[in-house]
């Protein structure tokens, strides 16, 4: 079984996730980039029993405006780590905090939102898969 190990910006939060990710790719949606300051927010979903904290649990602070997303993040440096989406039940470890993986995205959603198109081939979802509770409607590229 494939572990990855990843941390906080300044390393005090320390986390593992095991096995495969649910889904890896690409949000949109205004929240996304607005808490990661930046066009689009790489993603990588994972069940919950995959992740685990393993240091700085007390240094986790969480943040949410909606009860679908529960952001978290290092109380010492700020830096993002995670966010549990309780609807979807799936924990999403920002990419960039995975330095291991094998990112390999396989769609963008909330794709309506895009202010960076980006033409790669892949699916571009209004908003998410109907599996995840979505639409499921795609969008040109």
């Known amino acids: 079984m494939s572990q990855h190990q990843g941390s906080c910006f300044c390393g005090e939060v320390k986390f593992q996730v ?11 949606c205004d929240s996304c980039r607005r808490w990661s ?7 990588s979903l994972w069940p919950p029993e995959s992740f685990k904290v393993l240091a700085g649990e007390d240094q986790i602070g969480t943040f949410h405006l909606t009860e679908q997303s529960y952001r978290k993040w290092c109380k010492k440096c700020g830096g993002h780590v995670f966010t549990d989406h309780p609807t979807m039940g799936l924990v999403d470890v920002y990419v960039a905090n995975l330095p291991d993986l094998d990112f390999k995205p396989a769609l963008h959603v909330h794709y309506q939102e895009s202010v960076l198109p980006i033409h790669d081939g892949l699916p571009k979802m209004k908003d998410v898969p109907a599996e995840m509770g979505g639409s499921g409607e795609t969008l040109p590229e």
């Open 18 to 28: 095991s096995g495969e990710p649910a889904a890896m790719g690409y949000c949109h």
């Open 37 to 43: 300051a930046g066009p689009v927010n790489a993603f």
